[in-house]
């Protein structure tokens, strides 16, 4: 009988992509004779050495190609040049001779890593297989078409050799006297357990969690390494404790199919022996699709230690932490509750000895939920025809040999998509999956299918990649009615990162912990309006208690939908929630426009828009600062910018890098996240279709924690102003019932209260000394500062024909290095709210003397190719056109 190791290789002694080679061509094989998939002629895999750069590089046709075929039936012609790897499918893996069939046996190596390193190194180096065109497809073909029959469904786990071992493992099983006739009934779902396994975790800090993800899985090794001994002691003479009912997940009989069908020691392991596979509609075997499976997946279960510290020590990666930990905890409970009942020695034809590892476990759940299709994403006649209940079908997913090749790109929704139904001619038992061609697509392009809308901790924990500028990117951010306090002091470091409009700090909103101050602040009339505004009486009663509720920060600048509503009351004067009280009491609010009848002038508006810019700013530096805390351990004692004024993330040190010092922290060189992230996350990236994503797990990091300060650093940009802040929330302004009134005011100064919640003065105190009108025409924006506040009077200039590419740190350095050091104090270029992208146009704000300089030098400002347009900023040409942007 041959073993894994033999079959694993192919003949081949080199191992590595000669092997792989071989699996493919028998990969293909199977799934045009055996399994009944039928590949469009143009279609091609790419082994995993032709991305490597070289443009020769074998690839496995799915036609005959009349003048390269050769007699493996490879072609040895390339895919159009090296090109880039695939993210999230592909395939590889191998084994060398040297193995001996127990998976990872390198220290060094990632926990659930198998085979030898010459084959995990190929993986590294060229992220699997790609599905590619060898020539010209048009549109509405068929690109794929798939069989039930040749899809690792929960029906077909349930019949199989080593779904039945798994199964007569557990209490509840009939062959051990249970009552539970369906398989499945036995099982629970793999989310449910987690979420118990997680609720272990929730007091745990990150160092804490990190310990137990360790202890986790050596518990599981020893073990494994104790279940062993005993069989080689004992032999028959083994007692066995069969596992409580529910208390294995939907995913175990998953892993042990696919550990089964991987590493026998067969050719062709059968998918099972039983009367019961005769039941369905099913292939013999999916040994030759297992065994193309990448040896190694990248998901932070499968993480090394220095690697999961990364996110221990951030405050950020808590939330995936967490997860790995309830991962880790579920695959280590399941694992040793099916040696205490037996699985090593009770099913030797199935599991011979040594199959099972701790490493080849995880290495199964990281390929099952990498490559797993939720059942909704299919037809629904797939569910239909089967056996399972439909909540099976959708815990456990479907696995769809060939089309998990495929690899993922943000827009592949237009390259392929599923047929929805079969013709009505046909014979259902014949009825396939069919992927369509969406489009014509060109020889030698790669085909991509579109995994979903996914954020980047989501993107991460699946499939072990993050997507650089992801759109769907968000972070948690919580909210007491101590951070939402008027009639204070500003806090003494406040620096406003957002045009206040002449609105003195004394009239602003900011936050406080003290008792009379909240109070005084949160009068019961205030309370009953937040209440209304937000439909939830719970959050309001939490409130109360001094507890916080949560919202969303998005990555398109967005502000969450509750937590508006609840920054329009905290910021409201009192006479405002006063006079609201007394119109909602004489008139009956419209039907869910829970504010109706509350005005809000101009004076209101700034004010709303003031106190979330205040809000995203504090969260957005105790984010950097947590941040920074952990980077300097990771990253040569790097030091980040903490703040968000002075550009935020695109902050850049005065003089391109001076020694300078973030409060409470040594001298050294200080970075803005922006030039960190640009310095250190593209490492390891890959660049697909010109987005770029992460691969690795430092990379993975920070990608995922570049997805949370951007989203709150582009929330922040989009209320730098009342134009913009207004277009982003108009629709919800109208939902609440809010009338705007922009009848240009003068606005009141006051002066501050001396309030016990004060705490300590501020730069802004002295922002405004005069009264100033509203400028109607130019929005506020082109307002000089008087000269009587003690700080130079300035104008911002609107600059038009920007690339797209540009920066604005870089646009920064531009205008700085023209016309001196303290020439710019704010710079910023608007995006786009789907995609992040440059609008064409920015706006620099200089110091009256500098801005005339620019307007009337005559100079010609070239940057990046383009010759800039340089105007005062007004609100028509500024806030929605593209200026004199373009392309780039």
């Not at 997805?707 to 609440?736: C, I, M, P, W, Y």
């Given at each position: 009988m041959s073993t894994y190791n033999e079959i694993i290789n192919e003949k081949k002694a080199e191992g590595g992509a000669a092997s792989l080679k071989a699996r493919l061509i028998k990969f293909r094989k199977w799934s045009t004779k055996q399994a009944g998939i039928t590949i469009h002629g143009a279609l091609c895999i790419v082994n995993?050495?032709?991305?490597?750069?070289?443009?020769?590089?074998?690839?496995?046709?799915?036609?005959?190609?009349?003048?390269?075929?050769?007699?493996?039936?490879?072609?040895?012609?390339?895919?159009?040049?090296?090109?880039?790897?695939?993210?999230?499918?592909?395939?590889?893996?191998?084994?060398?001779?040297?193995?001996?069939?127990?998976?990872?046996?390198?220290?060094?190596?990632?926990?659930?890593?198998?085979?030898?390193?010459?084959?995990?190194?190929?993986?590294?180096?060229?992220?699997?297989?790609?599905?590619?065109?060898?020539?010209?497809?048009?549109?509405?073909?068929?690109?794929?078409?798939?069989?039930?029959?040749?899809?690792?469904?929960?029906?077909?786990?349930?019949?199989?050799?080593?779904?039945?071992?798994?199964?007569?493992?557990?209490?509840?099983?009939?062959?051990?006297?249970?009552?539970?006739?369906?398989?499945?009934?036995?099982?629970?779902?793999?989310?449910?357990?987690?979420?118990?396994?997680?609720?272990?975790?929730?007091?745990?800090?990150?160092?804490?969690?990190?310990?137990?993800?360790?202890?986790?899985?050596?518990?599981?090794?020893?073990?494994?390494?104790?279940?062993?001994?005993?069989?080689?002691?004992?032999?028959?003479?083994?007692?066995?404790?069969?596992?409580?009912?529910?208390?294995?997940?939907?995913?175990?009989?998953?892993?042990?199919?696919?550990?089964?069908?991987?590493?026998?020691?067969?050719?062709?392991?059968?998918?099972?022996?039983?009367?019961?596979?005769?039941?369905?509609?099913?292939?013999?075997?999916?040994?030759?699709?297992?065994?193309?499976?990448p040896c190694s997946v990248c998901a932070p279960i499968c993480w090394k230690r220095n690697e999961l510290a990364l996110l221990a020590g951030c405050i950020p990666g808590m939330s995936a932490l967490q997860k790995v930990a309830a991962q880790t905890m579920q695959l280590a409970a399941e694992l040793m509750a099916l040696l205490d009942a037996g699985l090593l020695w009770r099913f030797p034809s199935t599991f011979s000895p040594g199959m099972i590892t701790w490493d080849r476990w995880v290495w199964a759940a990281a390929v099952f939920e990498s490559r797993a299709l939720p059942s909704s994403s299919l037809p629904s006649w797939i569910v239909m025809k089967g056996k399972?209940?439909?909540?099976?079908?959708?815990?456990?997913?479907?696995?769809?040999?060939?089309?998990?090749?495929?690899?993922?790109?943000?827009?592949?929704?237009?390259?392929?998509?599923?047929?929805?139904?079969?013709?009505?001619?046909?014979?259902?038992?014949?009825?396939?999956?069919?992927?369509?061609?969406?489009?014509?697509?060109?020889?030698?392009?790669?085909?991509?299918?579109?995994?979903?809308?996914?954020?980047?901790?989501?993107?991460?924990?699946?499939?072990?990649?993050?997507?650089?500028?992801?759109?769907?990117?968000?972070?948690?951010?919580?909210?007491?009615?101590?951070?939402?306090?008027?009639?204070?002091?500003?806090?003494?470091?406040?620096?406003?990162?957002?045009?206040?409009?002449?609105?003195?700090?004394?009239?602003?909103?900011?936050?406080?912990?003290?008792?009379?101050?909240?109070?005084?602040?949160?009068?019961?009339q205030r309370l009953a309006m937040l209440g209304k505004a937000t439909h939830k009486n719970d959050s309001l009663d939490a409130l109360k208690k001094g507890k916080k509720i949560t919202f969303w920060a998005l990555n398109n600048g967005k502000i969450d939908q509750v937590l508006f509503p609840v920054a329009v009351v905290a910021a409201l004067p009192p006479e405002k929630i006063l006079e609201w009280h007394r119109k909602s009491a004489s008139a009956a609010p419209i039907s869910g426009r829970p504010l109706d009848g509350l005005t809000l002038d101009r004076a209101n508006q700034i004010t709303v828009r003031m106190y979330l810019s205040f809000f995203y700013a504090k969260k957005l530096e105790r984010l950097l600062q947590s941040l920074n805390s952990c980077m300097k351990d990771h990253f040569n004692n790097v030091q980040l910018w903490a703040k968000a004024s002075s550009g935020g993330l695109n902050y850049v040190a005065p003089g391109g890098g001076d020694s300078m010092a973030v409060e409470g922290e040594s001298p050294g060189v200080v970075m803005g996240w922006q030039t960190f992230f640009d310095t250190y996350a593209y490492n390891s990236s890959m660049?697909?279709?010109?987005?770029?994503?992460?691969?690795?797990?430092?990379?993975?990091?920070?990608?995922?924690?570049?997805?949370?300060?951007?989203?709150?650093?582009?929330?922040?940009?989009?209320?730098?102003?009342?134009?913009?802040?207004?277009?982003?929330?108009?629709?919800?302004?109208?939902?609440?019932?809010?009338?705007?009134?922009?009848?240009?005011?003068?606005?009141?100064?006051?002066?501050?209260?001396?309030?016990?919640?004060?705490?300590?003065?501020?730069?802004?105190?002295?922002?405004?000394?005069?009264?100033?009108?509203?400028?109607?025409?130019?929005?506020?924006?082109?307002?000089?500062?008087?000269?009587?506040?003690?700080?130079?009077?300035?104008?911002?200039?609107?600059?038009?024909?920007?690339?797209?590419?540009?920066?604005?740190?870089?646009?920064?350095?531009?205008?700085?290095?023209?016309?001196?050091?303290?020439s710019v104090l704010e710079c910023h270029i608007p995006t786009e709210r789907e995609t992040g992208n440059s609008r064409g146009f920015g706006f620099v704000t200089m110091p009256e003397q500098f801005a005339i300089a620019a307007l009337e030098s005559g100079r010609s400002h070239e940057m990046d190719g383009r010759i800039l347009k340089v105007a005062k900023s007004n609100s028509a040409g500024s806030a929605r056109g593209r200026g004199g942007g373009g392309g780039g």
């Open positions: 995993g050495e032709a991305t490597d750069g070289s443009r020769n590089a074998p690839i496995l046709t799915f036609e005959p190609q009349p003048a390269a075929a050769t007699p493996d039936g490879s072609s040895a012609g390339g895919a159009g040049g090296g090109g880039t790897g695939g993210i999230g499918g592909g395939s590889a893996g191998g084994g060398s001779a040297a193995s001996g069939g127990k998976g990872n046996n390198n220290k060094e190596a990632r926990c659930g890593a198998i085979d030898e390193p010459v084959d995990r190194a190929m993986y590294d180096r060229t992220i699997g297989c790609q599905v590619r065109t060898v020539r010209e497809m048009k549109k509405d073909e068929v690109a794929l078409s798939v069989p039930l029959s040749a899809m690792i469904t929960p029906d077909v786990i349930s019949v199989s050799d080593a779904g039945q071992a798994v199964l007569q493992c557990m209490e509840s099983s009939p062959a051990n006297g249970g009552s539970e006739s369906n398989f499945w009934g036995a099982f629970d779902s793999t989310s449910n357990l987690e979420k118990v396994q997680m609720g272990k975790t929730v007091s745990s800090r990150g160092p804490q969690l990190l310990v137990k993800i360790l202890q986790e899985r050596k518990k599981a090794e020893t073990a494994l390494a104790k279940a062993e001994q005993m069989m080689n002691e004992n032999g028959d003479d083994l007692t066995n404790k069969l596992a409580a009912s529910k208390s294995i997940s939907h995913r175990a009989p998953y892993l042990a199919f696919l550990i089964h069908q991987r590493f026998a020691n067969m050719e062709n392991p059968p998918v099972g022996t039983s009367i019961s596979v005769g039941e369905i509609d099913v292939v013999e075997t999916f040994s030759p699709y297992a065994r193309t499976l399972s209940s439909s909540d099976v079908w959708e815990s456990c997913g479907v696995m769809v040999p060939f089309l998990d090749m495929v690899n993922h790109e943000n827009d592949a929704d237009t390259q392929i998509e599923w047929s929805n139904s079969n013709s009505e001619e046909e014979d259902p038992s014949t009825w396939c999956l069919k992927a369509i061609t969406q489009e014509k697509t060109k020889k030698h392009l790669q085909i991509y299918r579109n995994y979903g809308s996914f954020d980047n901790e989501s993107f991460m924990m699946k499939y072990g990649i993050a997507k650089m500028s992801n759109a769907a990117d968000k972070v948690k951010i919580a909210w007491a009615l101590v951070d939402g306090v008027g009639g204070v002091d500003p806090p003494k470091d406040y620096e406003p990162v957002s045009d206040s409009c002449g609105v003195p700090s004394s009239q602003l909103v900011f936050e406080s912990t003290d008792a009379d101050s909240l109070k005084s602040w949160w009068t019961e660049e697909v279709e010109d987005r770029y994503y992460a691969i690795a797990p430092d990379c993975c990091a920070l990608t995922l924690y570049d997805g949370h300060v951007r989203s709150l650093q582009n929330t922040l940009d989009a209320l730098a102003n009342d134009s913009v802040f207004l277009d982003n929330v108009k629709q919800q302004l109208e939902e609440l019932g809010c009338t705007l009134d922009n009848t240009p005011a003068v606005v009141e100064i006051k002066s501050a209260p001396q309030n016990k919640g004060g705490q300590g003065s501020s730069k802004a105190d002295n922002e405004s000394k005069s009264k100033k009108k509203d400028d109607k025409g130019n929005g506020n924006k082109n307002r000089r500062r008087d000269k009587k506040d003690g700080r130079p009077p300035a104008i911002k200039l609107h600059i038009g024909n920007l690339s797209y590419k540009t920066l604005p740190n870089q646009l920064y350095d531009f205008f700085t290095k023209l016309y001196g050091k303290n």
